[in-house]
């Protein structure tokens, strides 16, 4: 079985000029055929045929060989144009040489060289050309009816053959030269994409080594508060309002002590390599009652607005530390209303998280998830730009909106696990 074609710049080319290469040829067969049933052109058939036929050959040689696995090189591709000048010259040659209309296509190949091949081998095709028209000013079969013939009244042969082969060169030109500069300008793309996400590993990668640092350093404060705190619960065993809060305080140390621990237990990446997959419904129902013992203040509403079947997710606890961020910056600008929505269709799962704040700055709304930047005065925007960088990394995406009526809307678009992925 023959492998995939390389996706390299010479592949890329050599399939356009094979391409390009089987118009061209045709084209010239089909004139020849015209000139000499129709126009009564003296040619010598044998030699011009076997050209023609030598170059299909050729053409098909170099089909089977982009089937191979072997690389195209510069200088393969530099040896294909040398072929298709000489077969060129031959033709002219029988064809009546300089005084062939088409003789001007050789500035085709000299015109693609020069765009798609180094400096110095542009150079040999241009010297190529330029010799074979200077040898066929002197050396050709004459052909007497390109000079004298009148293809429709007052328009001569000639005339209409470098029309047409203006067309020809034209058509070609426009579609290699098209072909190359999207190529060129996907490829700067992909590079673009590849060089911001490097960047966003990098910045991912600092953060999550400081974070590393810092989970070790929190444990110790965590555990005097713990301690302080059981003393102050004793201590106010009879002041029930402050025994309360003593209590909020006390569970969300605990809280934190356990995130440290769910944190150094994720911290091996065959777990974070292998998503859990689990009911959307009751695993955002899960996720909205643990944040919310986080966030106490906050007046919050769910809403499942898809109805028809049950879908499925791949999460682990990077994508629940993602929507949490995401509900804080939520509950941050309006605590006291914020609403998150979810629905699905075929292929998506999406969350809508509503609130009734400020709003996104059009100044920032553009750099927001990309790079460290923060509506709020004291934030440092790290929160959201991770949580961009998970979700992405799940095949999702986060897109922020003002919303029509005021607040912000964050949507958040997952990819449903088909029921053929289910474990």
């Known amino acids: 079985m023959l492998q995939a074609l390389p996706l390299s710049t010479p592949n890329r080319n050599l399939v356009r000029l094979t391409i390009v290469r089987g118009i061209t040829w045709t084209g010239f067969l089909a004139a020849i055929i015209f000139g000499i049933e129709v126009l009564k052109f003296q040619l010598h058939v044998l030699p011009i045929i076997s050209v023609i036929v030598a170059m299909g050959l050729c053409n098909v040689a170099t089909w089977w060989r982009l089937g191979r696995p072997l690389a195209v090189t510069d200088t393969e591709y530099l040896l294909h144009w040398l072929l298709d000048i000489a077969g060129l010259s031959l033709l002219f040659y029988y064809t009546g040489g300089s005084t062939n209309p088409f003789i001007t ?67 070609l030109l426009s579609f290699f030269i098209f072909k190359m500069a999207h190529a060129l300008r996907r490829r700067d793309l992909t590079l673009s994409r590849t060089r911001e996400a490097a960047l966003r590993n990098e910045q991912i990668l600092a953060v999550a080594t400081q974070a590393a640092g810092t989970a070790h350093e929190l444990g110790t404060p965590l555990s005097t508060m713990a301690v302080l705190l059981n003393e102050m619960r004793h201590d106010a065993a009879d002041q029930p309002q402050l025994l309360e809060d003593v209590e909020l305080l006390r569970r969300q140390v605990d809280t934190c002590k356990q995130r440290l621990q769910t944190l150094v237990a994720n911290a091996d990446r065959r777990r974070l390599e292998k998503p859990e997959t689990l009911r959307a419904i009751p695993w955002m129902e899960s996720l909205i009652q643990r944040w919310l013992v986080l966030r106490p203040d906050v007046n919050h509403q769910l809403e499942i607005i898809g109805r028809r079947g ?91 909106y003002n919303h029509e009526e005021g607040g912000t809307l964050t949507e958040v678009k997952l990819p449903r696990v088909s029921a053929g992925e289910l474990p």
Not at 111 to 132: K, N, Q, V
Not at 140 to 156: F, H, R
């Open 105 to 171: 296509y050789l500035l085709v190949p000299l015109a693609i060289a020069a765009s798609t091949l180094p400096w110095s081998y542009a150079w040999i095709i241009a010297f190529a050309a330029t010799a074979s028209y200077t040898f066929m000013m002197l050396f050709y079969e004459p052909v007497p009816q390109l000079a004298s013939a009148e293809l429709v009244s007052g328009i001569q042969l000639h005339t209409v053959g470098m029309w047409l082969n203006f067309i020809l060169s034209g058509g």
């Open 310 to 400: 049950q879908p499925w997710i791949a999460v682990d606890t990077t994508l629940e530390q993602a929507l949490i961020n995401l509900l804080n910056n939520a509950a941050d600008a309006s605590p006291d209303a914020v609403v998150t929505s979810l629905d699905w269709n075929v292929e998506e799962l999406i969350i809508d998280i509503r609130d009734h704040g400020p709003g996104v700055p059009m100044s920032i709304a553009d750099q927001l998830g990309d790079t460290f930047v923060s509506t709020k005065s004291k934030g440092m925007g790290i929160g959201l730009f991770l949580s961009h960088a998970t979700i992405n990394r799940f095949g999702g995406g986060v897109s922020l």
